[in-house]
């Protein structure tokens, strides 16, 4: 390995909470939350993949591979879900869509 | 002799919860009757049980308390200090329950009347009989409550009611040192049974018994109504007459010295107690004694000349005179309940009109009840030759005899007392029974005054019952004669009992103490002659009409003592009361309650303002709970 | 050297992240992810996944990415002045519990050993290929599966009535 694995899971990690941190500031705006959440998945992306590079298996990089398929797929889904809750609301504002309560 | 005396507790009491339970639905004649029969089954046995009698015997009926060291049988003791009392409970009371039955003849109440009396003559006698402290107790508190009950009779109004719970409450105060000195004793000598204690006198120290000593006075001083626990026996003349003469004359208020006198072989090694008791006995016989002659109402100066009385008999027992005082107790008896049955015959034919001072003229409308009561009063006075004369002279010699600074200083407050009560005692007959001349004019607003003079109607039985009770009162004094005389029955039977002492004394020096007795008496009657006999007593007629002042006003309300207890004790009570209720009780606890539960909804609010529907919400409480398990898990590990 | 690159790449990384998360106007956001992107392919292939690095680039930086912005620019949001910007008091929970998050992870990471930086190991193709049609050939068909059901939701979800 180039740097110790320590570096790349600390350089996950980072790019994690930043992930984190944007789903939390942005919860009022779905589009901004989406977006953490590819950051969150990213970093567990590069966290399998300082794995696979450690042992020497090439396991860790198909998970990277299926992370990846699985985000296509959830974003495509949940864009559709915000494009059919604008035509709803005409807003992309969390807040509005409090109909769950109590 | 089980069985008489097994017989005599369970009599009355048969006939008091037959009366209790279905007393309302047996005819008026029947519930009489069973009341007035089974007291006088129980005067019965007592005759029986007085023929068979040889020597102090106990007798043990059942078991009642029994855990551990402390056992409390019911088994009653029989010598001739109960037996005496026993004989004197049944007859004076059979001899009231028949007078009740005419006084109370327009009362509907009559079932719990005569339940009340029944119950209370099982009381007393229980409480006469009783071998140990806890079964004497339980006379003790049954007397009580019977009292409070028959005091407050006509609860309706609330001047009985209070002079019931009055009594009551007072008398507690007494009960409550009983009590005390009952678990004291049982501390000390691990028995609570009279005979074994009064045996186990000289086991302690004298500060132990004198200590005692004191704790039995109180609660004596409660029941008898003695200093300063005297003040409920006044008001307690709310209740029906037959009640007052019953109970405040003749038994009830004499338990106290009986009390005393059954416990004198343990508590009489103390000689600071006996001095005690002795100076409570004579301070409230003067007490009582000029409280009574200010006295406008005919009842309440019967009573304070009870108090009066009972202070003669407590002086007794603290000079150590047993005889003395159980002769004077027997009297005492005799010619109270004679007074007190003689002034419910006088206020029954004034239409129940109590105020003396608006009396008059009885001696000639009815003489039936003159006489009677006069022979009553000659024994109060303590006239020669009259029972009440041997029996008050008895205590004085007794007094005399004990020598010392403070006996002798009692003898002569006892020998100035003597004089107001003869004062006193014809003061209530003249103004009741004199006048009524034909050329003296009626006090107004009489029923004299509205019949026109005719006479007034007293129903027969009343009357009757009088007879008897005058001739024991003014015969009694057969039954202790002094040395000079002949001996004293009473002295020697009561000598047999363990622990009385018979006071033997020179032949002149009795004659000479009677001398000065029998002048001091003449001398009182004197005095009252001239103040309210004959002409003199339109005057004091006329001067009654303002209201009084100065000496008599004080006299009058019994030196102020229930004003004293009120500001003494009364109202800082209520003041605490009113404070711990408003200010704890609703302030404190309630409020906090009340702050709680809606501490607690707020609360409960707060919460649920969590579900907002709403994923920003959500969303960040998510992250909060990852962040506190990783945190945790970080902590754990490092 | 490789060690040099890896560590600037991280900075570059991290700094658009940084960026793209504080910026108001989404387009610009998506683009600074962008960047993120391709830096974060770059240490892919540093870290012996050229695969992986260039599925990251073609897929994610390639087609989510500018769905996000087909998006966008359909449901008109790129006016940043309409939107609502989170102020203070949505900055410094978040800040605060990414803090404590990263604070647990890194320690619980750094309780391993270190290894010794070495040779750069390099899983082939071949390689890769073989283990993901050998031993997760299930995944691949269960994956297949999973995006033909993306795709009907998706359908279903934007059709008009």
């Given amino acids: ?102 | 002799m089980k069985l008489y005396l097994a017989l005599i507790l369970l009599l009355p009491l048969l006939g008091g919860v037959v009366n209790a339970v279905i007393g309302r639905k047996l005819p008026r004649r029947l519930s009489e009757t069973l009341a007035c029969g089974v007291v006088g089954g129980a005067f019965v046995c007592a005759l029986l049980a007085f023929s068979a009698y040889r020597a102090p015997v106990k007798v043990e009926l059942c078991s009642w308390l029994a855990a551990f060291d402390f056992k409390a049988p019911i088994s009653l003791y029989l010598d001739p200090l109960s037996l005496v009392m026993m004989l004197m409970i049944t007859f004076v009371c059979g001899l009231i329950h028949l007078y009740s039955v005419a006084y109370m003849a327009d009362d509907p109440d009559y079932a719990r009347f005569f339940a009340l009396l029944n119950l209370f003559v099982f009381a007393m006698l229980t409480l006469v009989l009783a071998e140990n402290l806890p079964l004497l107790y339980l006379g003790w508190e049954g007397v009580g409550f019977c009292s409070y009950a028959l005091i407050g009779f006509w609860y309706r109004e609330e001047k009985n009611a209070t002079a019931g719970r009055k009594a009551f409450i007072v008398t507690r105060v007494g009960d409550t040192a009983f009590g005390i000195a009952i678990v004291w004793m049982f501390q000390l000598f691990n028995t609570v049974s009279i005979t074994e204690l009064n045996g186990m006198g000289f086991l302690m120290p004298a500060g132990v018994i004198t200590g005692l000593g004191l704790l039995l006075l109180v609660s004596a001083m409660g029941k008898s109504a003695q200093m300063p626990l005297m003040v409920w026996l006044p008001d307690a003349m709310a209740g029906p007459t037959p009640v007052s003469a019953l109970i405040h004359a003749a038994t009830m208020v004499t338990a106290g010295v009986y009390l005393l006198a059954r416990m004198l072989p343990l508590v009489g090694g103390s000689v600071a107690a006996l001095a005690v008791i002795a100076l409570t006995g004579g301070v409230t016989a003067f007490y009582a004694a000029t409280c009574a002659l200010a006295q406008r109402d005919l009842k309440r100066i019967l009573a304070y000349s009870t108090i009066s009385q009972i202070g003669y008999m407590m002086l007794g027992v603290g000079a150590g005179a047993i005889t003395a005082a159980t002769f004077h107790l027997l009297i005492h008896a005799f010619f109270k309940a004679l007074l007190f049955l003689g002034a419910g015959c006088i206020i029954t034919a004034m239409h129940h009109e109590q105020d003396i001072f608006r009396m008059g003229g009885l001696r000639k409308s009815i003489p039936l009840t003159f006489w009677p009561f006069l022979a009553g009063a000659l024994c109060l006075a303590g006239l020669p030759l009259t029972g009440g004369f041997f029996s008050k002279d008895a205590i004085l010699m007794a007094v005399w005899l004990k020598g010392g600074p403070l006996y002798s200083g009692l003898y002569g407050l006892g020998l100035f007392t003597a004089l107001l009560t003869a004062i006193y005692t014809f003061r209530m007959v003249y103004l009741v029974f004199g006048g009524g001349h034909s050329s003296e004019p009626l006090p107004t607003e009489t029923p004299l005054h509205h019949q026109g003079g005719g006479s007034l109607r007293v129903p027969r039985l009343m009357e009757w019952i009088l007879l008897p009770l005058a001739l024991l009162g003014l015969f009694g004094g057969v039954l202790n004669l002094p040395a000079w005389l002949g001996e004293g029955w009473l002295g020697r039977f009561l000598v047999t009992q363990a622990g009385i002492k018979e006071t033997g004394a020179l032949h002149a020096l009795e004659l000479a103490l009677q001398g000065v007795a029998a002048v001091i008496a003449l001398l009182g009657v004197a005095i009252a002659h001239l103040r309210y006999g004959g002409a003199r007593r339109r005057e004091r007629l006329a001067a009654a009409e303002t209201p009084p002042t100065g000496l008599t006003a004080f006299c009058l309300h019994g030196w102020y003592f229930d004003a004293l207890y009120r500001f003494l004790f009364i109202r800082p009570f209520e003041a605490l009361a009113r404070i711990l209720w408003e200010r704890f009780d609703e302030g404190v606890i309630d409020d906090s309650l009340d702050r709680f539960a809606f501490v607690l909804g707020r609360t409960g609010q707060g919460l649920g303002s969590w579900t907002t529907g709403r994923v920003s919400a959500y969303i960040l409480s998510f992250a909060a709970g990852a962040a506190l398990i990783l945190g945790y898990l970080a902590w754990v590990v490092l | 050297m490789e060690q040099t690159l890896f560590y600037i790449l991280a900075v570059v990384a991290v700094i658009a992240t940084g960026f793209a998360i504080t910026e108001k106007h989404a387009v610009h956001a998506i683009v600074y992810l962008v960047t993120s992107f391709f830096a974060l392919a770059a240490v892919f292939y540093l870290l012996g996944a050229p695969l992986v690095a260039v599925f990251e680039v073609i897929i994610y930086a390639g087609a989510i990415m500018v769905l996000f912005l087909f998006v966008i620019m359909m449901l008109d949001l790129g006016h940043p002045e309409k939107a609502g910007r989170p102020g203070s008091r949505d900055w410094w929970p978040a800040l605060l519990l990414g803090g404590i998050t990263l604070a647990a992870v890194i320690s619980l990471f750094s309780n391993q050993q270190p290894t010794a930086p070495g040779k750069l190991p390099f899983v082939s193709i071949h390689d890769f290929g073989r283990t993901l049609f050998q031993n997760y050939g299930i995944a691949v068909e269960v994956i297949s599966m999973q995006l033909l059901f993306a795709l009907v939701g998706a359908l279903y979800l934007g059709r008009r009535r």
């Fill in chain 1, 1 to 102: 390995m180039i740097v110790p694995l320590l570096h790349v899971l600390i350089l996950a990690g980072i790019l994690f909470v930043l992930g984190l941190v944007c789903v939390l500031v942005w919860r009022s705006n779905i589009i901004m939350m989406l977006i953490g959440i590819e950051v969150m998945l990213n970093a567990a992306m590069l966290a399998f993949v300082g794995g696979a590079n450690r042992w020497g298996m090439a396991d860790g990089q198909v998970f990277a591979l299926m992370i990846m398929a699985m985000t296509s797929a959830e974003v495509s889904l949940a864009l559709a879900l915000v494009v059919y809750l604008h035509r709803r609301k005409r807003t992309v504002n969390t807040d509005e869509f409090s109909e769950m309560k109590g």
